[in-house]
């Protein structure tokens, strides 16, 4: 097998706060069907789908890893649909904040690097 490309299906409970959350951290977004919705960093791509099951979302996370970790907590900072943040921690491999979305998914964004 030769993989080229992975994309994750996010849940969602309520699909419009959802996709304004994902749209207010920075990601571009690009209608694919009434329940599914294509979301665009770079070259970065994720699936926002209309289907929420509260233990899926409970346990869902993501590693978003940015080039300005700062930057990027500014604009998660601002956002109205997150649900928590937690300030910027210094790890042994860089820096990383945890962002929790409308659901309960979880946001590892981080900033690789000593």
Not at 32 to 37: A, K, P
Request: charged letters at 20%.
């Amino acid at each position: 097998m030769d993989v080229v490309d992975i994309k994750a299906f996010v849940p969602s409970k309520d699909y419009e706060i959802s996709k304004a959350f994902y749209s207010e951290i920075g990601f571009e977004s690009e209608f694919v069907s009434e329940d599914l919705t294509l979301f665009q960093s770079g070259d970065c791509l994720f699936f926002l789908q209309r289907f929420f099951n509260e233990d899926l979302a409970n346990n869902f996370m993501l590693q978003v890893c940015v080039s300005d970790i700062d930057t990027a907590y500014s604009l998660c900072s601002q956002s109205k649909h997150k649900t928590k943040i937690t300030p910027v921690q210094s790890e042994s491999w860089g820096k990383v904040f945890y962002l929790w979305g409308p659901v309960g998914e979880l946001l590892h964004i981080t900033e690789l690097g000593g």
